[in-house]
């Protein structure tokens, strides 16, 4: 049943009970509790007093490890851990980093756990926080003053927040300073960053009515906010 070592086969005399072997089988990871005839829930660890041809399994319970959560440069609730030898790992604390998304646990050779993962370490071993540096951009306005925020990661694509609409004004995109140039295409995040809402003044037709005089101008565009 997955381990090594059984006993040879033993032979019964009818009505004299059959001491087993000694010698028990063992498995990695596990304690041997007994041999199952596969018919009765009780194991049969010595005595043995059945009159036919029978195949004993052996029964084995998963081993307790403690395992030791190293948050590598995070801070933790819980630290340590009792898991099952050949059970999942259950539920795993979740650290915290400033500027940093958690990315999982992972062993000294790199593989991901979860809590989904069955236990196969046969001893006291030591998961690592894996780490994400997260970015902030920040989207201002004209003024300088904050608008919205949001977080990345390096390389992921910036998504521009709805405009915010300014009387007499009309938005003409984001630029990387309160005087810069329009940004065109796509941002991608390599560090903080902040953007600024660009605007542009309207220009508006203003139409002189003489009202029964004479002008020598009729119209004449003028700019938003400027004289």
């Known amino acids: 049943n997955g381990g090594s070592g059984a006993p040879a086969s033993q032979t019964k005399t009818q009505n004299v009970t059959l001491t087993l072997s000694s010698t028990k089988p063992t498995r990695s990871g596990y304690t041997f509790l007994g041999w199952s005839d596969g018919v009765s829930d009780e194991l049969i660890t010595e005595d043995f007093t059945a009159t036919a041809d029978v195949t004993l399994t052996a029964v084995y319970k998963g081993n307790e490890y403690l395992v030791v959560f190293e948050p590598n440069g995070g801070s933790i609730s819980e630290s340590t851990k009792n898991v099952t030898f050949g059970s999942a790992y259950g539920e795993l604390p979740v650290p915290v980093r ?82 810069g140039s329009i940004i065109t295409g796509n941002v991608y995040v390599d560090g903080d960053m902040e953007l600024y809402a660009r605007y542009d003044a309207n220009k508006y037709m203003v139409i002189f009515v003489a009202n029964g005089g004479s002008v020598s101008t009729t119209n004449k565009t003028v700019t938003y906010d400027s004289e």
């Not at 998504?159 to 003409?172: K, R």
Request: aromatic residues 18%; proline residues 1%; negative net charge.
């Open 98 to 179: 400033e500027e940093y998304e958690f990315s999982g646990w992972y062993t000294e050779s790199g593989k991901l756990v979860t809590e989904d993962t069955v236990v196969t370490t046969a001893e006291m071993h030591i998961l690592y926080a894996k780490w994400t540096k997260v970015y902030t951009v920040k989207f201002l306005d004209v003024n300088g003053e904050l608008l919205s925020s949001a977080e990345y990661k390096a390389d992921e694509k910036v998504i521009f927040p709805d405009i915010v609409e300014i009387t007499g004004y009309t938005f003409a995109g984001w630029s990387y300073s309160t005087g």
